[in-house]
């Protein structure tokens, strides 16, 4: 069974400040990995995800992440926030197994930011 | 425009009524979902679909019905057995195999009085 542990309900942060938005994950077989955005009142919308490849992964508006196989982690960063980034962030893991496409989120991390 | 559609938007029912939600996409996709969204708990997968006449119960199944007799609609019907109806609902659909984004419609809000 797979899941996903956002440890962190909600995140204030200053404007032009650095942040990071932690996710680990748990699966019994490979897994895809992605990072969502919801505004309020929407649905959610794709910042990133990780397939293969390069471990570091580059997204919209400025946001990246780093796949950690060994801690089982996919934490997203953000060197300069904006205060249009203020919305709640979902991570997310996908797999594939006995002919089903299971997606799994996390509880969401609230971003505020602060002018 | 290409896309999943949600109806309706808003919904109030009374307590012990069913009550189905809709959901349509022109995307072509094969994997279609349920999810339901409670503050502080994040999206909980109530069914998906890979393909027609077939799905699959998810985390939190029990109260839900759905069908899928086209591949393009996938409604979730709310039964009197589900305890707390009143959430917000949200439609997703993939196309293909693993690793592809999943797309979503802009939600339903349920309410139960």
């Known amino acids: 069974a797979q899941s996903v542990t956002q440890l962190d309900s909600q995140v204030p942060v200053f404007e032009e400040a650095p942040v990071e938005l932690r996710c680990n994950y748990s699966s019994s077989v490979s897994v895809y990995l992605f990072w969502y955005v919801q505004y309020p009142n929407q649905g959610l919308q794709l910042l990133l995800k990780y397939l293969s490849g390069s471990t570091l992964v580059k997204g919209i508006n400025g946001f990246e992440a780093e796949f950690n196989k060994s801690q089982t982690s996919f934490h997203l960063r953000k060197p300069s926030v904006h205060i249009s980034d203020t919305a709640e962030y979902f991570c997310?893991?996908?797999?594939?197994?006995?002919?089903?496409?299971?997606?799994?989120f996390g509880t969401g991390t609230k971003l505020q930011v602060i002018p | 425009d290409g896309g999943i559609t949600q109806s309706p938007k808003y919904l109030f029912r009374k307590e012990g009524q069913n009550v189905t939600l809709s959901c349509e996409q022109n995307l072509n996709h094969d994997a279609m979902y349920w999810y339901r969204q409670d503050p502080g708990q994040g999206l909980r997968l109530i069914y998906y679909s890979q393909i027609v006449n077939d799905f699959q119960k998810g985390d939190i199944a029990e109260g839900y019905s759905v069908s899928r007799e086209k591949k393009e609609s996938f409604p979730l019907t709310v039964t009197s057995a589900q305890k707390n109806p009143t959430a917000f609902y949200l439609c997703?659909?993939?196309?293909?195999?693993?690793?592809?984004?999943?797309?979503f419609g802009e939600g339903s809000w349920l309410t139960v009085v």
């Open positions: 997310a893991v996908s797999d594939f197994s006995g002919g089903y496409q299971k997606v799994t």
């Open positions: 997703a659909s993939i196309y293909g195999t693993a690793g592809n984004t999943i797309y």
